[in-house]
Every structure is written in structure tokens, then in C-alpha cells.
């Protein structure tokens, strides 16, 4: 029996009958999943861009034609995507916004539509400036996600707050995207508030290539001369990495975000993820453009992708990858970490079987579909 007292466990007690006020989960019961990197509008073109754009860049300028949404609209978009991860068993989100030509509006929205499903939401609200490492300006619809500088920027996130359920961080949105200066600026500001900071990192090769004609190293390089790397930073993706890469961002015990399923979708090769967590990463897993909202299927990801790339079988053990899907993911964005102990948030998802599961078998043999019954602070949100 798991007794809930005010949103949180208040005790667990073992071979008990069940009270009659009680909800029976029929099935093994975990923490709840952790969504750490999600774009809720890109939602809306799934199925429609899986046949079009040769590479990441033409797939980005597709993507591009559907920034601009209502912010009435884009809470539906987001409702319905926040319902298919509490379906799925996701009870905190890390939502990565970019779309700023509304103001906080569209931030505004998102908020709206967990408050109202109850899911947790961490809306990580992205600094977005520039076109490139060159410098060149942004271009159209690019120009929307930026504020004109970090000082706007910071003064439009000052006006959202951490509310019940609620979490704001920051987010360099790429170092294309943003200047070294602006990059200081932006990780100061997180580290003051205490905010989580965010940011994309050598998804491409080509963001590597320009990184190194430009400022004379490699993303991972810049991001330690500026002073941005830290135990606070998530990076997602962190694909085209080399050893010296791997070697900082272990040593600042950098967490790392693997989004498989868009990966795969988007052709970005495979990082080198056993080497980031023997290195001192923590792993994490994000259902990125939203193609799949399965975050036990980005667990197994991480994993089979590693195997297709080294011929080589049990990379990291199911217990590492549901710790990756939990316990790291809260954590990354901003939450105390998952587990079902007294005192913890009463935050846990039952997976429906008939006898008792494995952490292998919850990986390896279940799906979101699976998942029979969502409890967020202590709230039953889903029970089939």
C-alpha cells in the first residue's frame, strides 16, 4: 500500500488488504517517467515531414513553416500532446520554447495546459539571437524566436515564475544561435535564479565545422572557455563529440539528453553515450520533435542504437536506462529526484502485468501503451 499525504508519500507498507477507498494498481508500479526535451509544436507535423528534406537542414526549414501558431491554438497543441505523455506514463515534461514573437504568450499557454492536465511541466525558455557562428542575422521565421538581445531576453523570463507543478529554466538555445557574450549572460542568469540551463549541442557535424572555423575549437570547447559548462547543464543530443569533448563535459558532470527517436528520424548518427557515462555524465531521454511520445521506447533507444553502431550487446544495464528515464531526467529539469519512498513526491506510473516485472523486462518488453495508471502528486491523471 503507498499512502499519499498532501502530494507526497507518506508511507509504504507491504502484504496489507486493500482499504476500501483505495486504487488498485494492477500491474509493477515505477516512478514516473521524465520527458527532459520535447517541442510540443512540432507535434503538429508528424507524418508530414518524415517524407521530406534530405538532411537535418532541409527537415529545419520545413519545421520553420509551422512556428507560427495562437496562443489559444497552440494550448490545444500543447494539451494534446501533454495528454499522449501522461497516456504514456511522462509525468514531468522539460518543455524547450523557443517561440518568442508573442511575448510570454505562447509560454503563457503551455503552462496553461499542464496547470490543467496536471502534469509537470519545467518550460525551459530558450535564448535564440543569431543565424549562425559567423554572426550573420536571423532570417525569417527564425527572427520570431528572438528577443533582439540577452538582455530582453532576460527581462521577458523575469516575468514567468515557478508556480505549483510548475518549473521555469533557461536555455542556450544552440552556440550558433547565440554569442559567447550572450552565453555568459544567459548561464549567469540561470545560476543566479538557480535554474536549470539547457542547450542543443553538435547534433550536426556541420555545427562542429563552424564552431571550429570560427572561434578555433570545437562547441564542447567553447562552451568550457566561457565558463558555461557545469553539473547544472543539460546538454541534448551531444553526437559529434570527441574524446576532449567527452573528457570536459564528464569532468562538470554535464548531463546528457538522448532524443533516439528523433535521432533516428533526423539522420543525426549516434553519440557516444558509454563513453559520456563512464566519463561522469548522467543520462537522460527526451521525445524531442514528438514524432514518438514513448519514453520507455527512448530508454530502449539508447541502448539498441549503441548496439547498431559498436556490435556490441548490453552497453548499459536496463537498471541505467530506467534510472535514466526517472531518477536523472527529474533532476535535469529542476525536480527532486523520482522514487517511491516516504517523504518523495507522489509521482508513479503502473505498467500492467500480470506477474511481477524486471527493470530488463519494463525496458525491454514494455511500451507506453502499457501503462495502466498515472498518479501525479498523488492525483490518478490516467487509469485504465
Not at 514513448?294 to 541505467?320: C, M, N, S, Y
Request: aromatic fraction near 4%; include cysteine.
Amino acid at each position: 500500500m503507498i499512502e499519499v499525504r498532501q502530494g507526497r508519500i507518506h508511507r509504504i507498507v507491504e502484504s496489507v488488504g486493500a482499504e476500501p477507498d483505495s486504487i488498485e494498481l494492477k500491474g509493477w508500479t515505477i516512478p514516473g517517467l521524465a520527458n527532459v526535451h520535447s517541442h510540443a509544436f512540432q507535434r503538429g507535423i508528424r507524418g508530414v515531414v518524415e517524407s521530406e528534406g534530405e538532411d537535418f537542414w532541409a527537415w529545419r526549414n520545413v519545421m520553420y513553416r509551422n512556428t507560427y501558431v495562437d496562443p489559444d491554438r497552440y494550448r490545444e497543441q500543447c494539451r494534446a500532446v501533454f495528454r499522449e505523455m501522461l497516456d504514456a506514463g511522462i509525468t514531468t515534461v522539460g518543455e524547450f520554447h523557443y517561440l518568442h514573437d508573442q511575448g510570454n504568450a505562447l509560454g503563457r499557454a503551455a503552462i496553461k495546459a499542464a496547470k490543467e492536465l496536471g502534469i509537470r511541466l519545467t518550460l525551459i525558455d530558450a535564448c535564440y539571437l543569431r543565424g549562425g557562428l559567423d554572426g550573420r542575422p536571423l532570417e525569417g521565421r527564425q527572427q520570431s524566436f528572438s528577443d533582439g538581445d540577452v538582455e530582453r531576453w532576460m527581462k521577458r523570463v523575469d516575468d514567468l515564475r515557478d508556480v505549483t507543478g510548475i518549473r521555469i529554466a533557461a536555455a542556450i538555445h544552440s552556440v550558433r544561435a547565440v554569442d559567447p557574450p550572450s552565453m555568459r549572460a544567459v548561464a549567469a542568469y540561470a545560476r543566479r535564479r538557480r535554474m536549470p540551463l539547457h542547450i542543443h549541442l553538435a547534433e550536426q557535424q556541420a555545427e562542429v565545422d563552424e564552431c571550429r572555423a570560427a572561434e578555433g575549437c570545437t562547441p564542447t570547447e567553447l562552451l568550457a572557455r566561457e565558463g558555461i559548462l557545469g553539473s547544472d547543464l543539460t546538454a541534448v543530443h551531444a553526437i559529434h563529440v570527441d574524446d576532449h569533448d567527452i573528457e570536459l563535459l564528464g569532468a562538470h558532470k554535464v548531463s546528457i539528453c538522448a532524443c533516439t527517436t528523433t535521432e533516428r528520424d533526423l539522420g543525426d548518427r549516434i553519440g557516444p553515450l558509454r563513453a559520456l557515462a563512464n566519463a561522469g555524465c548522467p543520462l537522460t531521454v527526451g521525445s524531442d520533435s514528438n514524432a514518438v511520445i514513448d519514453v520507455l521506447e527512448e530508454a530502449r533507444g539508447l541502448e539498441l542504437d549503441q548496439r547498431r553502431a559498436t556490435g556490441r550487446r548490453v552497453i548499459h544495464k536496463p537498471e541505467e536506462l530506467l534510472r535514466a528515464a526517472t531518477v536523472d531526467g527529474m533532476r535535469a529539469l529542476g525536480w527532486e529526484p523520482a522514487g517511491l519512498m516516504p517523504g518523495m513526491l507522489a509521482d508513479f506510473v503502473t505498467i500492467g502485468s500480470q506477474e511481477p516485472l524486471s527493470a530488463a523486462q519494463a525496458i525491454f518488453g514494455a511500451a507506453g501503451c502499457d501503462v495502466t495508471n498515472v498518479v501525479v502528486g498523488g492525483k490518478t491523471l490516467m487509469s485504465k
